[in-house]
């Protein structure tokens, strides 16, 4: 890595995940965590997660040679924006926003002259958030989606790809475009479901979703995720979302006219296609 | 317990760890599995699963003083018309079918005089299937739900409600009808929203799936159900999972609309609302 100082806005899960992986790849420059709540950044240079610390963006970029926006991707232009003129020449802008193509036509466009922005996303997470839940394998064998566009600079795409490469991630090209359509369908769509489902439960009697078991729990448990963080998504992923989710009212529509027309062995048919697609994904 | 026979009819999971589960509380009465894979059978008894078996339906249940129905619930019809000249006077049958009054309709009436029939539903499984996933604590702590109706004798009720509890089981009293439509909102709507949710997401492309993450694994992991079960309970409880799907139907139309209007703070409240009940049941 040539990278001498390395900062993190965002000192989350993601953040602090990266600084750990990072060390403990043997990463000896400075990484500098940045974020506006000063006791969670105290916290995480005594732990050891961070080496310095700033509740300033425009601040705690200075001097760094990598960038890292790892907080909601909500708050992106504004933390672009704070920061774009402190920013070094030859620094290089990444992030780990689980949406692409809406983010970077707002905030690419701000980049100075001289600094290059790559965007990256990690498939990477827990329910639980924040510093304490930490760990510097989060990324290992996960897959980290880079999305390059016609005018990335390609040396500081293979910097991107290397270090993502040094926490233990298993590093994947797309375009913006194609990563928000694919993430539309087997994250966003799946998360939007999450919530709907728990909603149509509670529409049916209040008093009944506390009997669901293991099933309910496993396919609701995204249901506890951050919901301004999901909004935000949802904005800026808007289209791609509408997409997936009018296929899925499609599909849902369809196995109801199944149900209407007693017609079970089409709904076994269907079933079936599901089972076999699902069975052929890498198990847990 | 006053039974000295047990004959459970269909030895999977279910079947095999409630005969392990008796073993290891002191049962040292005969447990009889019956099915019609003598491979499995014997495999069983090799186990210590069962002391004795048979592949008929008809010969397995004499002098049984309790007839457990463990196959899938799509066979209960055909099994009880097999068995029903061979249930010893006095005896209880239950069952462990997901599926109640639509069931119990057809075969409460089948029994012969001086016979008791008890539902019940203990809400464990995996997605493993077979006696190679059975354990003794597969129902340590599960809920059993038993369905009496007008008619149910109270001391085959009290029997029945006594041996699920010696298997672990926190046992729960709803009418057949309550826990149709229960089961249709917590376990019946998820399943087939799982599958669809598959479905959906090879529509958009079938080279899409393979990027899902751990949220879309634990979503669709019940895709991984039999599908023939799954069949057959939505044929016998249809009334009540379509009432459960046209809920769900609406909350993503409901959906959809917010997003076509960008109408983010409403899709907010919507996920918080889910948010807020998800959090409210038991942790996992």
Redesign the interface.
Known sequence: MNFKKITIIGIGLIGSSFALALKKEGFNGNITGVGRNEGNLIKAKEIGIVDDYSTSHAEGVIDADLIVLASPVGQFEEIVINIKDNIKKGAIVTDVGSVKAGVLKKIVPLMPEGVSFVGGHP???KECSGIHAATPDLFNN??CIITPEENTSKDALEKVIDIWKKTGAVTVLMSPEEHD???????H?????????????????EG??????????????????P??L???I??YN?DD?????????????H??NL??E?D??G??K??????K??????P?
């Open positions: 498939i990477a997470g996960a897959k359509l694919v993430f539309a369908a087997v994250s769509l799946p998360h939007v479901v999450a919530y709907a489902l728990v909603n149509s439960i509670l529409d049916v009697d009944i979703l506390k009997h669901g078991g293991r099933g309910l729990k496993d396919m609701t448990r995204i249901a506890l995720s919901t301004e999901w909004r935000d949802c904005s808007k979302i509408l997409t997936t989710l009018r296929k899925f009212s499609s599909s849902i529509t196995i109801i149900f209407e007693s079970w062995a709904l076994e269907e079933f079936t296609r599901a089972k697609a699902r069975q052929s994904i890498e847990d």
